[in-house]
């Protein structure tokens, strides 16, 4: 384990000068590639059954070339997220392999650049071994060859940000296909709102009809064996036990009229309600709220909830012994984690995660929850701040 985290760590310092020296020799490749195909299909123009046969081979090795391209960004370069493939037609596979052409021949100069480099400070090594430079001399080529060497550094790292640039811009999806995934994504998170709402109905109801509901009619009963008894201690004693249930139920209705809109968010912020609810928790929660700005409406709402479903499953089913809760914002995102260090196993497919996740997404959110079998479990929601 120690040799791959070291092997790890070495081939992240040099898998972008791999990366782009890779690329140099795959433009050379997608310039002959290109030559051929202009040739075979100017060739074939007076013969259409060989005009297909040369534009269907063009059409094969340009997607080939293309996910040649996109597995060495990936991986080699740690590009971060490339475009999907979109199905891109021959003519914007082609047009992306021209224009590689660039980065590739910059990427030769810049390696040409740096093999002279190396040649010249072999031959001042070696002429200062000899003794033919004074120590003032010598230090002059060192500095000299130290901003070089800098300076052809940044030129690889500039031919690699060339380089991903290109290929999002000419592999992404055009204007209408980002239109249509925009649509889709809307219709989609529009029928999770509403999958999640009517969940969310029938929760409430369940909870009036099963809890405050059965909590009233015990209380109604209570009172009609007070008002019928005639034993003066006795009755103290069922007004006093309905005097209870009463209080009760205003609790429970509070907490169901919580869930539908947490009220208290007219008055205080997130964090405040938050503390609010861990004084209640049966389970300890420390809470860090660092928000410069507080976020809109809907977004604390979405967060206040998210928050309570994951104190709700850490108190019931996680046995955890603390929980952890983190609010702050990074990369132009509203971000909170939940931490238990309970038994772990909830199921991200189940009713109140999925409806949460479906809440976030509606508002361009990520929820992620990880909870293995053991332990621990995090929940992660990330909202733009709008």
Same mark, same amino acid.
């Not at 760590?9 to 050379?28: D, E, F, K, S």
């Given at each position: 384990?120690?040799?791959?985290?070291?092997?790890?760590?070495?081939?992240?310092?040099?898998?972008?000068?791999?990366?782009?020296?890779?690329?140099?020799?795959?433009?050379?490749?997608?310039?002959?590639?290109?030559?051929?195909?202009?040739?075979?299909?100017?060739?074939?123009?007076?013969?259409?059954?060989?005009?297909?046969?040369?534009?269907?081979?063009?059409?094969?090795?340009?997607?080939?070339?293309?996910?040649?391209?996109?597995?060495?960004?990936?991986?080699?370069?740690?590009?971060?997220?490339?475009?999907?493939?979109?199905?891109?037609?021959?003519?914007?596979?082609?047009?992306?392999?021209?224009?590689?052409?660039?980065?590739?021949?910059?990427?030769?100069?810049?390696?040409?650049?740096?093999?002279?480099?190396?040649?010249?400070?072999?031959?001042?090594?070696?002429?200062?071994?000899?003794?033919?430079?004074?120590?003032?001399?010598?230090?002059?080529?060192?500095?000299?060859?130290?901003?070089?060497?800098?300076?052809?550094?940044?030129?690889?790292?500039?031919?690699?940000?060339?380089?991903?640039?290109?290929?999002?811009?000419?592999?992404?999806?055009?204007?209408?296909?980002?239109?249509?995934?925009?649509?889709?994504?809307?219709?989609?998170?529009?029928?999770?709102?509403?999958?999640?709402?009517?969940?969310?109905?029938?929760?409430?109801? +369940?909870?009036?009809? !099963? $809890?405050?509901?059965?909590?009233?009619? *015990?209380?109604?009963? /209570?009172? #009609?064996? =007070? %008002? @019928?008894?005639?034993?003066?201690?006795?009755?103290?004693?069922?007004?006093?036990?309905?005097?209870?249930?009463?209080?009760?139920?205003?609790?429970?209705?509070?907490?169901?009229?919580?869930?539908?809109?947490?009220?208290?968010?007219?008055?205080?912020?997130?964090?405040?309600?938050?503390?609010?609810?861990?004084?209640?928790?049966?389970?300890?929660?420390?809470?860090?709220?660092?928000?410069?700005?507080?976020?809109?409406?809907?977004?604390?709402?979405?967060?206040?909830?998210?928050?309570?479903?994951?104190?709700?499953?850490?108190?019931?089913?996680?046995?955890?012994?603390?929980?952890?809760?983190?609010?702050?914002?990074?990369?132009?995102?509203?971000?909170? +984690?939940?931490?238990? !260090? $309970?038994?772990?196993?909830?199921?991200? *497919?189940?009713?109140? /995660?999925? #409806?949460? =996740? %479906? @809440?976030?997404?509606?508002?361009?959110?990520?929820?992620?929850?990880?909870?293995?079998?053991?332990?621990?479990?995090?929940?992660?929601?990330?909202?733009?701040?709008?």
């Amino acid at each position: 384990m120690a040799g791959e985290r070291r092997t790890g760590r070495w081939w992240h310092r040099i898998r972008l000068p791999v990366g782009v020296a890779a690329g140099t020799a795959t433009a050379a490749v997608e310039l002959v590639f290109l030559a051929v195909a202009a040739v075979a299909l100017a060739g074939s123009a007076l013969a259409p059954p060989a005009g297909r046969r040369a534009a269907g081979l063009t059409k094969r090795y340009a997607a080939l070339l293309v996910r040649v391209e996109r597995r060495r960004l990936t991986g080699l370069l740690a590009a971060g997220e490339l475009p999907a493939p979109v199905g891109a037609a021959t003519r914007r596979q082609v047009g992306y392999l021209a224009a590689r052409l660039v980065p590739g021949v910059l990427g030769l100069l810049a390696y040409a650049v740096l093999g002279v480099g190396v040649v010249l400070a072999a031959i001042v090594l070696r002429a200062a071994v000899r003794g033919e430079l004074t120590p003032l001399d010598a230090l002059a080529q060192v500095a000299v060859g130290a901003v070089l060497l800098l300076l052809n550094v940044q030129a690889i790292v500039s031919v690699a940000a060339l380089d991903i640039r290109l290929a999002r811009r000419l592999l992404g999806p055009g204007s209408r296909a980002e239109l249509a995934a925009r649509v889709r994504e809307l219709t989609t998170s529009r029928a999770g709102v509403i999958d999640a709402v009517d969940a969310e109905r029938q929760r409430i109801e +369940r909870d009036l009809h !099963d $809890g405050l509901q059965q909590r009233l009619v *015990a209380l109604g009963m /209570l009172l #009609g064996r =007070a %008002r @019928r008894t005639r034993d003066a201690d006795r009755s103290r004693a069922l007004l006093a036990q309905a005097h209870e249930d009463v209080q009760r139920a205003v609790e429970e209705l509070r907490e169901v009229a919580w869930r539908v809109y947490p009220s208290a968010l007219d008055g205080s912020d997130l964090g405040e309600v938050l503390a609010m609810v861990a004084r209640r928790s049966e389970v300890p929660v420390r809470i860090r709220c660092e928000l410069p700005v507080r976020p809109e409406r809907q977004t604390e709402t979405v967060l206040y909830f998210v928050a309570c479903e994951a104190l709700t499953n850490a108190a019931k089913h996680a046995a955890a012994t603390v929980v952890t809760v983190e609010i702050g914002v990074r990369e132009g995102m509203v971000r909170m +984690r939940v931490h238990d !260090d $309970g038994v772990g196993g909830a199921d991200p *497919a189940g009713r109140g /995660l999925s #409806g949460l =996740a %479906r @809440r976030v997404a509606a508002l361009d959110g990520r929820l992620r929850v990880t909870s293995p079998v053991g332990g621990p479990t995090t929940v992660l929601a990330e909202l733009p701040c709008g």
